[in-house]
């Protein structure tokens, strides 16, 4: 279904054509989808700040209206470091509760022990993970 637009009234006006990256803006003030896809990729970045805990930022396309509430799933997501040539496996992943803005939001990757203060990064491996941050309603 297209060029359909709803009216208040008995009359109607000219439609209004707006551009797609107009709508994806408007539409990612919303919702923002990240999902795992080509293996291999560092998707976001972060920063260990304990000896199991991987503190990744993502930078939120477009400023949302409201920060925003987050979910994941691990899928088949891995932790990269720049210590450790091997990936980390992921045992569990959410969102930092109350870090997360309006321009960007805050989740929490644990894993094996690695040393506190080194870069860290979440790799695809081609599965069915996800992040989703919502600031609908």
Known sequence: LANVQLEVGTRASAFQ?????LERYLAQRYFVAIDETVSGVDVVQGMFNSTTNCRLMVPLPNRMRIAPTATASIGAWVIS??????????????????????????????????????????????GAGFLRLNSEL
């Open 81 to 126: 470091s720049g210590t450790t040539p091997a990936y980390l496996t992921i045992s569990a992943l959410a969102s930092a509760l109350g870090t997360s803005n309006v321009e960007r939001a805050i989740f929490n990757a644990t894993v094996a022990t690695v040393m506190p203060a080194t870069p860290c990064a979440l790799t695809n491996q081609n």
């Open 17 to 21: 054509f707006r551009p797609e990256a």
